[in-house]
């Protein structure tokens, strides 16, 4: 393994560890919302967003935030 592959399998690590810190947040942050948290479309009861790739979206943004945090 050389210094590329060392730092591509860093990067990855702080990827899923940025991504795992914002699902945790999301989880605990806000259990219902009427309207989704990523667009501001109306969301079905129990639900914080409107669809899946609003939730992806958002948790990506987040663990964006968690690593420059």
Do not use: F, K
Not at 7 to 13: I, N, T, V
Not at 36 to 54: K, V, Y
């Amino acid at each position: 393994m050389d210094i590329v592959d060392q730092a591509e399998a860093l990067a990855e690590h702080e990827r899923e560890r940025g991504i795992a810190a914002a699902r945790a947040r999301a989880a605990v942050m806000v259990e219902w919302s009427p309207t989704c948290l990523n667009c501001d479309e109306p969301t079905p009861a129990g639900a914080r967003w409107c669809d899946p790739a609003c939730r992806d979206d958002y948790l990506r943004r987040m663990a964006c935030q968690a690593t420059d945090e």
